[in-house]
C-alpha cells in the first residue's frame, strides 16, 4: 500500500533533517572518542 | 575475484537455513571490517562512524566500521542540545519499512552469537509470551527517558542501555578493549564487573533457550518489531491452503503462531515455517506499492 | 528469495568495497619532530617521553605549541570529550585544583577532543561551568600520536616537555589529583 512509500520518503527526509541539525556529528563524535563510562568499563 | 567465487559456490550448494547463517557471517564481517582493530586495541575513526549498521554493533568495538543505531539515539537524546533524533528515528523507520525484522533474522551479529550457542546440545526450554514486552519497557526507559531526563550538570544525559545492560558491547567492546589494552586493566571497577555479569547470564541463558536476548531485552528489536505489520519485505499466509497440521507452530523458535499472526512482532524472518509447511501456505513476499509481487522460497 | 539474497550480498559486498578504501584515510599520522612513532605497536607512554611536539590554538585563537610547557614547572594536560559525562563531572573540581595550585608553579590546561570542531560545545560549557583554565583546539592527529583513545585522559609534563608517569585514564577525585600533583611538585 501507499503508506509503505510515504514512510520511506518520510523517513529519509527525517534523516536528512537530522543530519543538517548537527546529530550527525554528535554521533560520529561518540563513536570515536571513547567515553570508558559510557561503554561499561569502570 | 576469487572472493566473491568462493562466495557463491558456496551459496549454490547450502540450503535455506545455511543461506541465513552464511549472511549473518558476512553481516558480523562487514560491520567489523577493522580488524587491525583487534591487533591494536584501537578503535576506528574513520569517517563511516558518521553512518549506524541496522543490526546491534557496538561502536566501541576495535573493529566496528559504523556506529551502534541504538548508541547513536542514546548519544543524540543524551545531548543537551536535542529532545529528538530525526537522524536515529528516520533511519530505524527506513530500515524498518523495508525490512522489519529481517534484520534481527539476518544482520544482527549478536543474534548469530546466541543462535550458535543454542546449538549446544541441552535440554531447551521456552519463554513465557507475556516477558516480550519487558523489551519495550527497555527501550522506554533506558534508552530513551534516563538519558532524555537523567542528566548532568550541564545537561547531558546517560547513555544508560550502553552503560548498565548491553553485553553485545560487553563482548565486542568491553572485553576486547580491557584485554587489547594494559592501562585500562587497572581501572576497571563494579561496572565492568556487572556487565560482565549480564553478558554471561545471556551465554547462558543462549544455551537453554532459543535468542534470550532477543525476547526479552532488545531495545532495537523491539523497534523494529513494531514495523513487522507494514514492513515491505514480509511474510504472507493462505488460508485457502492450510491443513492445520501445526508444524509451523512446532518449528518456530520465536514461539509465533504463524498460521494466526504471520506478521507477528516476534517473528524474526527465520524462514523456518516456510520451509516446513507441507503445503506452501506460507510465503515470503515484497509488497511496495498497491501491487504485490509474489517471491516463493526455493 | 534469491532476488533478496542477492541484493543483500551485493549491499555488503559493496559497504566492504567502501571500507577498503575509507581505510586508506585512517593511516596512522607520523608526525616529524616528535618521538613518539606512531606505527608502532601499542605502547605504554611512560616516564621522561617527550609529549608531542604541536601546534594548536586556544579558545582565543592564539597560536599555542608545546612551549607553554617551560612556562610551568608541572602542567596538568587534561583530555576531554563534549559528549562525555564523567569528563565534564570532572571538570569543576579541576578548575578548583588549578586555582588552588597556580602559585605553586602548576598549571591545568583542557584539551577537548575534536579540536576546532569542539570549539563551540566547549565554549558553551565553559561558560556554563564558568571555568577559567585554559584550554586547547589541537588537531585529533596529535591525539592519535599520544595514544589517546580514551576520555578523560590526563598527562602531567614537566617544564621539560617530559610526560611524567603513565597516563591517566578516566576521572580520578580532586584527593587523588591532589597527591599525585602535590607529589611531582616535591621532586
Not at chain 1, 501507499?2 to 537530522?18: D, Q
Not at chain 1, 572518542?33 to 568499563?41: A, D, Q, R
Not at chain 2, 587489547?180 to 564487573?193: A, C, S, T, Y
Not at chain 2, 515484497?286 to 501491487?291: E, K, R, S, T
Request: proline share 3%; hydrophobic share 45%; net charge neutral.
Amino acid at each position: 500500500m501507499k503508506k509503505r512509500v510515504a514512510l520511506i520518503l518520510l523517513a529519509v527526509f527525517m534523516m536528512v533533517f537530522g543530519i543538517y541539525r548537527g546529530e550527525m556529528a554528535v554521533v560520529f563524535n561518540k563513536a570515536v572518542n571513547i567515553c570508558l563510562e559510557c561503554i561499561g568499563i569502570g | 575475484m576469487y572472493l566473491i567465487k568462493l562466495l557463491i559456490y558456496v551459496w549454490s550448494v547450502s540450503e535455506l537455513a545455511n543461506k541465513r547463517k552464511i549472511i549473518q557471517g558476512i553481516t558480523t564481517f562487514v560491520y567489523n571490517f577493522n580488524l587491525k582493530g583487534f591487533f591494536t586495541g584501537e578503535i576506528y575513526t574513520g569517517k563511516l562512524k558518521n553512518a549506524c549498521v541496522p543490526g546491534l554493533n557496538c561502536y566501541s568495538c576495535p573493529g566496528a566500521a559504523g556506529s551502534c543505531p541504538i548508541g547513536a539515539l542514546q548519544s543524540i537524546l543524551g545531548n543537551y542540545k536535542y529532545q529528538f533524533s530525526f537522524y536515529i528515528f528516520g533511519f530505524l523507520m527506513l530500515i524498518g519499512t523495508i525490512l522489519g525484522r529481517f534484520v534481527c533474522g539476518y544482520l544482527c551479529p549478536f543474534g548469530l552469537f546466541q543462535e550458535l550457542l543454542y546449538k549446544i546440545k541441552s535440554k531447551k526450554f521456552k519463554i513465557k509470551r507475556v516477558f516480550v514486552y519487558t523489551k519495550y519497557f527497555i527501550l522506554a526507559i533506558f534508552v530513551i527517558a534516563l538519558p532524555l531526563f537523567h542528566t548532568n550538570v550541564i545537561g547531558l544525559g546517560d547513555p544508560a542501555f550502553c552503560k548498565y545492560i548491553c553485553p553485545a558491547g560487553t563482548i565486542e567492546a568491553g572485553i576486547p578493549l580491557v584485554l587489547l589494552n594494559k592501562p585500562l586493566q587497572g581501572i576497571v571497577g563494579w561496572l565492568f564487573g556487572w556487565k560482565l555479569f549480564i553478558l554471561i547470564v545471556f551465554i547462558i541463558g543462549s544455551v537453554f533457550s532459543f535468542r534470550p536476548f532477543c525476547k526479552l531485552i532488545c531495545p532495537l528489536g523491539a523497534i523494529y518489531s513494531l514495523f513487522n505489520k507494514v514492513s515491505v519485505f514480509r511474510y504472507a499466509f493462505d488460508e485457502a491452503k492450510c491443513i492445520n497440521c501445526n508444524k509451523c507452530v512446532e518449528t518456530c523458535k520465536m514461539d509465533v503462531i504463524p498460521h494466526l499472526n504471520v506478521n507477528d512482532i516476534e517473528c524474526i524472518r527465520c524462514g523456518e515455517c516456510i520451509e516446513v509447511c507441507p503445503t506452501n501456505a506460507l510465503t515470503q513476499i515484497v509488497v511496495l506499492g498497491d501491487g504485490k509481487k509474489n517471491e516463493e522460497i526455493n | 528469495m534469491k532476488k533478496l539474497i542477492s541484493v543483500l550480498i551485493i549491499m555488503l559486498l559493496a559497504l566492504f568495497t567502501v571500507g577498503c578504501i575509507e581505510k586508506v584515510d585512517n593511516k596512522e599520522v607520523t608526525i616529524d619532530e616528535n618521538q613518539v612513532e606512531s606505527n608502532d605497536v601499542q605502547e605504554q607512554v611512560t616516564d621522561n617521553t617527550k609529549f608531542v611536539s604541536f601546534k594548536g590554538e586556544d579558545m582565543e585563537g592564539n597560536e599555542v605549541t608545546e612551549k607553554i610547557f617551560s612556562e610551568n614547572k608541572l602542567t596538568m594536560i587534561n583530555i576531554w570529550g563534549t559528549t562525555c559525562p564523567p569528563c565534564i563531572n570532572e571538570m569543576p573540581y579541576i578548575e578548583e585544583i588549578n586555582n588552588e595550585m597556580k602559585d605553586s608553579g602548576f598549571e591545568l590546561i583542557g584539551v577537548v577532543a575534536g579540536g576546532k570542531a569542539s570549539k563551540i560545545d566547549a565554549e558553551d560549557i565553559f561558560n556554563k561551568l564558568d571555568l577559567h583554565y585554559r584550554n586547547l583546539l589541537l588537531d585529533d592527529k596529535y591525539l592519535m600520536a599520544l595514544k589517546v583513545q580514551y576520555v578523560p585522559t590526563t598527562f602531567f609534563v614537566n617544564s621539560e616537555g617530559e610526560i611524567l608517569g603513565e597516563a591517566h585514564i578516566g576521572a580520578i577525585s580532586k584527593e587523588e589529583y591532589l597527591e599525585i600533583i602535590n607529589g611531582y611538585l616535591e621532586k
